[in-house]
């Protein structure tokens, strides 16, 4: 079935320097792939997303770039910071139309990737 | 905007008992979604809405998990009766329909933390 694997699982980073997560999705009609941050006892929260349309896109010190053709989307994070310690989610999703008056969005999450800054 | 509200916060069960928890979406969000965050994995889709009628329950456990969602506003989902393994964060959210193939973005609630004992 569809899937989304996420890696790495845990990641460790001394303050100041980046961080990579990557994803591969398995379902080639993902079209939407959005990044959620989730802090510890807190809701998840987006922080970035790309379509499918897009190789690329940066909101100050995060960024995402997508390589369709393989079919995975990587979260960076540049000059990272305390507040950076998180659960991050990927996810991949697409809309399917069951109907001529139904449309509803199918989302698939990956595992999540624990990451602590170290001040 | 206000954003997705749900309650309890917390709940401590004995199992075989039942549960029930309750989502207010944002407002005009047409989709609804429930899912199962058990400890140090992502979120498991239980059950998606769209208005009031079901889109995708093919992973909800249909013998013990039960969700509805009248007038196409508020949702709760039961459990009946309650598993050990069913201990995980109950999270809720919501979205506007999708339109021309544009995905819409999730907002999340806080979550209802579940223990059965």
């Known amino acids: 079935g569809e899937n989304v694997e996420q890696h790495p699982s845990t990641l460790s980073v001394q303050e100041g320097d980046s961080a990579v997560i990557k994803c591969t999705y398995s379902?080639?009609?993902?079209?939407?792939f959005p990044w959620y941050k989730q802090e510890l006892g807190k809701r998840p929260q987006l922080i970035i997303d790309?379509?499918?349309?897009?190789g690329e896109k940066k909101d100050q010190r995060i960024a995402v770039t997508l390589n369709k053709t393989a079919k995975h989307f990587s979260l960076h994070i540049t000059e990272t910071q305390p507040e950076d310690s998180a659960v991050y989610f990927c996810?991949?999703?697409?809309?399917?139309?069951?109907?001529?008056?139904?449309?509803?969005?199918?989302?698939?999450f990956g595992p999540g990737t624990s990451l602590s800054v170290i001040p | 905007e206000a954003g997705v509200a749900q309650s309890p916060r917390y709940k401590i069960i004995e199992k075989r008992q039942s549960v029930a928890f309750w989502c207010n979406p944002i407002?005009?969000?047409?989709?609804l979604y429930w899912y199962q965050q058990i400890l140090g994995q992502g979120p498991k889709l239980l059950i998606q809405f769209q208005n009031n009628g079901v889109v995708d329950d093919s992973q909800l456990p249909k013998d013990r998990f039960s969700a509805e969602r009248l007038k196409g506003v508020d949702s709760t989902l039961k459990i009946q009766p309650a598993k050990l393994e069913d201990s995980a964060v109950y999270l809720c959210?919501?979205?506007?329909?999708?339109?021309?193939?544009?995905?819409?973005?999730?907002?999340f609630g806080p979550g209802t933390r579940l223990l059965v004992l």
């Open positions: 959210a919501s979205s506007r329909t999708p339109l021309r193939g544009v995905q819409e973005t999730q907002y």
């Open positions: 996810a991949a999703s697409h809309t399917l139309l069951p109907s001529m008056k139904t449309s509803y969005d199918k989302v698939i």
């Open positions: 379902d080639s009609a993902s079209n939407y």
């Open positions: 407002s005009g969000h047409a989709t």
């Open positions: 790309i379509r499918s349309n897009v």
